[in-house]
């Protein structure tokens, strides 16, 4: 008895470590952590398909936009609740590595945890579900493996794939324009044997037209034109010279004092701190006088750095566009665009170092100045020029091209795609169902089970954003699924709500995009219901002065 007092005083220390700590026991835990899954799941499903529906995000200070983005608005929505909150971080970052697939996570997991709800609730312990789910999981990643079809990443795969993802979030017409851009953007910038940089792809904005008007310009658009009113707003056969060079006054960079006694040293001062900048302005106009004067070529100067109004003056009178301050990414591009290479300094100045493009102009739209270098030989840097009549217009086409882009990145190295409209969902669930009766012993059956259900809302969900009924469309595609032996692919219409073949309509999805769905809802559903209790953690609970 002495023994058992003395045990369960420690036990109680332990639970009373810092009393003012929140502090939740099993079985609240699990159901608040699924209540949270399903709040999530059920903000996310309506949005899911051609067919989804948009959400309205209002900021703090008014501010309004429109989206059926997953990544966005999970991004956006102040989640307070810790488990919705990581769940979400979870399913965003699917989306930065693949591009697409973080409703379809959401809704998984939150399946998930609803099916183990059940079983749970009728005394079944969350790790004989965890160890049903976990086999579940990996079997359904092997059927993947053999489901998916092995495709050549031509054009006519790239815009099957691309256009699938991109019409669950633009309008039909609107998302195979943007189809065509990012598979134009990505093919021109990849290099063979090498994952594509999609940061050689520039983005640029110009508020105005239609959003169909939104287009790939292979060559670079920089926010900014020439500094100098003088000089010319288009050139032709232009020599291009990127560099990063001071063509201004140096400043000290320590505290330095200059003393003179009459106006004479004063300008002899004048002179000899300008000459060393101005010989590098000469050393410039030389070189575009060597190679253009006499012959039908112009010359362009990008710098990284600044140019005073001295040196543009200079670069003015022999008809040079000289733009300063270009971003570094920009600067990167150049070369990839316009060939040749960025110097550092003055001394590296010759004519291997300089690129090509056939056209240099300045566009001015508003009290904005672009300029748009053009006609590039071979390019390795693109830019996606954005149009749209509003800044919501804009935001959507932005977000859009940001998953087209990663759509197409991971079809080109992937090389293989998986049928779409729910096939996989119905093809995956039978196998499922096949693995649990013949492979599967014990309680685990239950994790295996709640699995399969849960890939079903994929086309549950499909079905109902399009208006029809849930069982009534599983019940059919089954059945025909059944029909064809289980070796067929089978999809849903979500036109007519008739079954029918993905592959014969041009209807994929990504393979790492499933892949990731598969892995990351498994992994996420079974950490969740692993938890047993919750703390709120931290020092910010501790008090100076408590006695611990």
Known sequence: AEYMGRLCRGMSSLLTVNPNADHAKANATLATNIAAAKGLQDVLKSNLGPR????????????????????????????????????????????????????????????????????????????????????????????????????????????????????????????????????????????????????????????????????????????????????????????????????????????????????????????????????????????????????????????????????????????????????????????????????????GLEESCLGYAEEVFEHKLGEETYTFVQGVQHPRSCTILVNGPNGHTVAMIKDALKDGLRCVRSALLDKKVVPGAGAFEIAAHADLMKFKEEQVTGKAKLGVQAFADALLAIPKTLAANSGFDQMETIISLQEEFRRQGGKGHVGLDITTNETIDPTAVGLYDTYAVKHQVVEGAGVIATQVLMVDEMIRAGRASFKPGMQI
Do not use: W
Not at 64 to 79: A, F, R, V
Not at 239 to 260: D, H, P, R, T, W
Not at 288 to 310: A, E, M, Y
């Open 52 to 347: 989804g529906t948009l959400k309205m995000l209002v900021g703090g200070a008014g501010q309004i936009s429109l989206t059926k983005d997953g990544y966005k608005l999970l991004y956006e929505m102040q989640i307070q609740h810790p488990t919705a909150s990581f769940i979400a971080r979870a399913a965003t970052a699917q989306d930065d590595s693949v591009g697409d697939g973080s409703t379809s996570a959401i809704l998984v997991i939150g399946e998930i945890l609803k099916q183990a709800e059940q079983y749970l609730s009728q005394g079944v312990h969350p790790n004989l579900l965890v160890e049903g789910v976990d086999q579940a999981r990996r079997r359904t990643k092997t059927f993947l493996d053999n489901y998916a079809i092995s495709k050549e990443a031509n054009r006519e795969m790239l815009t099957d794939v691309t256009r699938t993802a991109l019409r669950t979030k633009l309008p039909t017409e609107l998302a195979d324009s943007i189809a065509d851009i990012c598979i134009d953007a990505v093919t021109t910038i990849v290099v063979p044997g090498q994952d594509p940089d999609l940061h050689m792809v520039e983005v640029m904005v110009m508020p105005h037209k239609l959003a169909s008007d939104t287009r790939l310009v292979r060559g670079l658009v920089l926010d900014h034109g020439a500094r100098h009113p003088n000089m010319p707003k288009r050139l032709e056969k232009c020599y291009i010279l990127a560099c990063n060079i001071s063509l201004e006054y140096e400043k000290s960079e320590v505290n330095a004092g200059f003393y003179y006694s009459n106006a004479e040293q004063r300008e002899a001062m004048v002179k000899a701190e300008r000459a060393s900048c101005d010989a590098r302005v000469r050393k410039i106009i030389e070189l575009k006088k060597k190679l253009c004067d006499g012959t039908d070529r112009s010359f362009v100067l990008i710098n990284q750095k600044g140019i005073d109004p001295p040196s543009l003056d200079a670069l003015s009178a022999e008809n040079i566009i000289a733009l300063r301050r270009a971003k570094r990414r920009n600067m990167e591009r150049l070369e990839l665009c316009c060939g040749g290479k960025a110097i550092n300094a003055i001394e």
